[in-house]
């Protein structure tokens, strides 16, 4: 069983730096041996995100995909981040990711990783592990990330939101460029075909439907019924009131700044950005983003 680690066991909060030309903390990086010498098993699913994109809410549609039928308790007593734990992650008094997968009695083992795709243990490839990548339109994963560095003691201070809107853009956040992350994850369908890209506005626009595509990719047949509980378990509301989903039995987060579940919507970003950054974004935006054939939506 780990412990939960209080914000009051924590050094204060971690700075950046550059690794590997990517920025990182040293919470994600203190393991990188272990990380990188991970052995993934032919059965592992993967699920991959740039922060904030959507990551908790797969994760649990996966974990109840799986389990819902065969391992009840877990549910009602495990919360989401020992279920799906994040590979590369280390923080003190809690065990890492590498560990915490290592102890998952489940088959398959479902692993979360925020790892840009050239950082993924070479051992999943090999495999030819399924993995599940999602993505969330650039303006409200600024947004969400911004109000996640406020309340989360092992993430760097965020600063105001013009300062962090501009770190944003410049890549300068854990795990690097969103522009990136999306950019090369995509690319990698080309060459991996056990790769299933998601975007976070069509789960928002028809839950049911991902779900089922998701099935499809995994060769899972839920009934109808079974469905239709996932699909009323996982919505916003429910995984906000629900203590196993909604990370408040983690002591580094702080609610009282900002909840984790904090909006779920799609334009949230429409009451923070200015009219000025709106278009100063949306013309650095066109110069990153030349694949034409990688569409976010930014509003349903
Ligand atoms: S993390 O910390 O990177 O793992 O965060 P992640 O889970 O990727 O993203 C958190 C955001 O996802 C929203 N979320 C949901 N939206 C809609 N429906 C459901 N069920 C759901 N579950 C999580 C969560 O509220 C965060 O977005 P914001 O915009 O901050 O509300």
């Known amino acids: 069983m780990s412990l939960k680690p209080d914000k009051m066991d924590l050094p204060p909060r971690p700075k950046l730096f550059d690794f590997h030309g990517i920025s990182m903390t040293h919470y994600f990086t203190d393991n990188w041996e272990n990380v990188q010498n991970f052995q993934a098993r032919p059965d592992d699913i993967l699920v991959a995100t740039y922060p904030k994109a959507g990551t908790t809410w797969v994760s649990y549609i996966l974990d109840l995909l799986y389990f819902s039928k065969t391992c009840q308790e877990r549910q009602k007593t495990t919360p989401i981040y020992e279920r799906v734990p994040f590979l590369e992650i280390t923080v003190p008094s809690l065990d890492s990711g590498t560990e915490m997968v290592e102890k998952l009695p489940t088959s398959p083992r479902l692993i979360k990783t925020h790892l840009p795709v ?5 051992s ?8 599940v990548y999602v ?15 406020r309340m989360n003691y092992i993430q760097p201070e965020p600063g105001d939101w013009s300062e962090f809107y501009q770190k944003f853009m410049d890549g300068k956040l854990v795990f690097g460029s969103w522009y990136d992350h999306v ?5 990698k369908k080309q060459d991996y075909s056990n790769l299933h890209y998601m975007f976070y506005e069509d789960m928002i626009e028809d839950t049911g439907r991902e779900i089922d595509k998701l099935c499809h990719f995994l060769g899972l047949s839920p009934s109808a019924e079974e469905k239709r509980m996932i699909t009323g378990d996982v919505q916003f509301d429910s995984m906000k009131k629900d203590g196993m989903a909604n990370y408040s039995t983690l ?3 702080d609610f009282k700044v900002s ?19 709106n ?12 694949d034409a054939t990688l569409q976010f939506r930014t509003v349903l």
């Open 124 to 131: 999943f490839w090999e495999q030819n592990c399924r993995i």
């Open 251 to 253: 002591g580094i987060m």
């Open 118 to 122: 050239q950082f993924v243990p070479k």
């Open 135 to 149: 993505a969330r339109n650039a303006k409200d994963n600024m947004v969400s990330f911004f109000h996640f560095e």
């Open 259 to 277: 909840p984790f579940m904090r909006k779920g919507l799609v334009g949230d970003w429409k009451n923070h950005f200015t009219v000025a950054q």
């Open 183 to 187: 950019n090369n994850w995509w690319k």
């Open 279 to 290: 278009e100063k974004f949306d013309e650095d935006y066109k110069k990153k983003m030349k």
